[in-house]
């Protein structure tokens, strides 16, 4: 018994790894369940059984990637190296989750599956706003980010800044680079934050990252 429901355990999140790796390349809605079957190995009936659908198998995918962003961002508090550590470990983690991702996939997202949607929102209000409200505010008490600014409303701008960044009519996928756009409008805000002494030590620590300035 105890095999048979590890098996399936094991099937499930090999489901899931494959449907995630192919909405990443390709997009929702070109991902077909036949296309995962295959990909993972299995019937598609076991992926039915498992599911029921495919916009569950989306919802669970996209909510399991969302619990791992969160757990993953909130870790980079309480670190060493205070603010500009966290500053340089949001700049990767950024550019690890756009560097393969199809540009279209939150579009889609938002246009097809309104309950991960849903998700998306409540994940930015309860996690995302919340971790760039504390992470201002830890900024500003390390003197490396200005004492004037409001944190609630440059977190409010900062998702508005994400927002508008998987919108294909602002940012066309055909004219422009997603991960070009991620960390344009990263740096525009970072720099908009940091005071002169937080500068020096971002630009100095960022040298020893291998990562673009």
Same mark, same amino acid.
């Given at each position: 018994?105890? *095999?048979?429901?590890k098996? =399936?355990?094991e099937t499930?999140?090999?489901?899931?790894? #494959?449907?995630?790796e192919?909405?990443?390349?390709?997009g929702?809605?070109s /991902? %077909?369940?036949?296309?995962?079957?295959?990909?993972?190995?299995?019937?598609?009936?076991?992926?039915?059984?498992? $599911?029921g659908?495919k916009?569950?198998? /989306?919802?669970? /995918?996209?909510t399991?990637?969302l619990d791992?962003?969160?757990?993953?961002v909130?870790g $980079?508090?309480?670190?060493p190296?205070? #603010?500009?550590?966290?500053?340089?470990? !949001?700049?990767? *983690?950024i550019?690890?989750?756009? %560097?393969?991702?199809h540009?279209? #996939? !939150?579009?889609e997202?938002?246009?097809?599956y309104?309950?991960?949607w849903?998700q998306?929102?409540? *994940?930015?209000?309860?996690?995302? !706003?919340s971790?760039i409200v504390k +992470?201002?505010?830890?900024?500003?008490?390390e003197?490396?980010f200005r004492?004037e600014?409001?944190?609630?409303?440059?977190?409010? @701008?900062?998702?508005?800044?994400?927002?508008?960044?998987?919108?294909? =009519?602002?940012?066309?996928?055909?004219?422009?680079?997603?991960?070009d756009? =991620?960390m344009?409008?990263?740096? @525009? *805000?970072?720099y908009?934050? @940091? %005071?002169?002494?937080?500068?020096?030590?971002?630009?100095?620590?960022?040298?020893? =990252?291998d990562l673009? +300035?």
């Amino acid at each position: 018994m105890q *095999f048979k429901i590890k098996l =399936q355990l094991e099937t499930r999140e090999k489901i899931i790894e #494959v449907t995630t790796e192919r909405i990443a390349k390709f997009g929702v809605r070109s /991902v %077909t369940m036949d296309d995962i079957a295959r990909a993972a190995g299995v019937s598609k009936k076991t992926i039915y059984q498992e $599911f029921g659908d495919k916009e569950q198998l /989306v919802y669970d /995918v996209f909510t399991a990637e969302l619990d791992r962003d969160a757990e993953i961002v909130e870790g $980079f508090f309480g670190q060493p190296g205070g #603010v500009i550590s966290h500053l340089i470990k !949001l700049s990767k *983690f950024i550019r690890d989750t756009f %560097t393969n991702m199809h540009p279209m #996939v !939150l579009n889609e997202i938002q246009r097809y599956y309104p309950r991960c949607w849903q998700q998306f929102e409540k *994940f930015k209000e309860e996690h995302a !706003l919340s971790s760039i409200v504390k +992470l201002l505010e830890n900024g500003k008490e390390e003197g490396l980010f200005r004492k004037e600014i409001d944190s609630e409303i440059l977190g409010q @701008l900062r998702m508005e800044q994400i927002g508008i960044s998987f919108d294909p =009519q602002i940012f066309p996928p055909d004219k422009f680079n997603m991960l070009d756009v =991620q960390m344009q409008l990263f740096d @525009l *805000f970072l720099y908009g934050i @940091l %005071t002169q002494k937080g500068i020096k030590i971002y630009q100095e620590k960022m040298k020893h =990252q291998d990562l673009e +300035l």
